[in-house]
């Protein structure tokens, strides 16, 4: 089960994609588990080539499309030219906006990559069962822009989770699973399994923490809400990200608009969004998404 929840069900994973996936998740590591250290290390290298370095970033869709023989000239165009356009934007709103307080360039960054990944704009660049890789490629991208070059504070983004970040994910967990499972249960979109298997749950917790948790809580809530906090208030910012986040989850599972879905993930959102802002830590958040979405795929889907 757990190799088919990293590798996918379609296509055999080659030594080198593997290679190559690993060394984006790399990148996501460093920064979680680097922080600080990480960004003032880069942040000391000569402004040409801290704005030229997320060049590296094409790397892994040359080395995938021309082994896999799926290399297209306008896709590599898209893979040098996105990680230039982050970089620039958010080096123009370290001008515009040294207070952090958000400009049109944050806001065009996080539609880019938002977009991007809830519409799947670039997985046609990718083999099928190599999509997860865009995705992380993208999420380095934006790592690299908001901690390195926008230097933006307080986003949390450090994976060493403390007892306490532990204990905050799991008191907003259980804040919200006595509204989420009757609702969701009335509206016909929980539905209980009798599936009792522990270590599927230690496995599929730790599949969903790294792949979906941390990413998406990094964007909505280290990126989205930390800047939209300084610009609205505190509850308007947590109420705003998570509607958005409650309408990225508006095509999953479904081919129409999926309202049961927005609706849930909204009201997610809003504990997600308390986990994080109860000292601004990515970990506490963290904690509290994944064992929402572990539960719920093995249990209650």
């Known amino acids: 089960m757990f190799a088919i929840l990293i590798f996918g069900e379609s296509g055999h994973w080659t030594l080198l994609e593997i290679a190559v996936a690993l060394a984006c998740l790399a990148v996501l590591l460093a920064f979680g588990f680097g922080g600080e250290r990480m960004i003032n290390a880069l942040r000391r290298v000569a402004l040409p080539a801290r704005l030229a370095l997320p060049l590296l970033l094409t790397l892994p869709y040359l080395v995938i499309a021309t082994a896999d023989g ?3 000239e306008r896709w590599l165009a898209v893979y ?6 982050v970089t620039f934007l958010l080096w123009l709103a370290t001008r515009l906006d040294p207070q952090q307080r958000g400009t049109w360039c944050d806001l065009a960054v996080l539609l880019l990559l938002g977009l991007a990944v809830d519409l799947r704009w670039f997985e ?7 999509h ?6 993208l999420l380095d991208m ?3 822009g908001f901690l390195v070059i926008r230097g933006l504070t307080h ?10 970040d532990v204990k905050i994910g799991l008191r907003e967990l259980l804040f919200y699973m006595p509204i989420a499972i009757p609702l969701g249960l009335a509206l016909g979109f929980l539905h209980v399994h009798r599936v009792m298997i522990p ?4 496995l599929a917790w730790l599949y969903t923490v790294l792949f979906i948790a941390i990413p998406e809580e990094m964007f909505f809530r280290g990126w989205m809400q930390n800047l939209m906090e300084r610009r609205i208030g505190r509850v308007p910012a947590l109420v705003v990200t998570s509607i958005v986040f409650g309408l990225s ?4 599972r479904a081919v129409h608009f999926n309202w049961q879905y927005v609706l849930l993930a909204t009201i997610a959102g809003i504990f997600y969004g308390r986990a994080w802002r109860s000292d601004r830590r990515i970990a506490a958040s963290a904690i509290t998404h994944a064992s929402v979405d572990t539960l719920w795929s093995i249990w209650l889907r």
């Open 70 to 72: 799926v290399f297209r």
């Open 80 to 85: 040098v030219a996105v990680p230039l356009a």
């Open 124 to 130: 046609p660049a990718w083999p099928a069962h190599l």
């Open 132 to 137: 997860a890789i865009g995705k992380i490629v």
């Open 142 to 144: 934006g790592l690299y």
């Open 155 to 164: 986003s949390g983004i450090d994976f060493k989770a403390s007892l306490r």
């Open 199 to 202: 270590w599927w749950f230690v």
């Open 249 to 252: 989850h508006f095509n999953k």
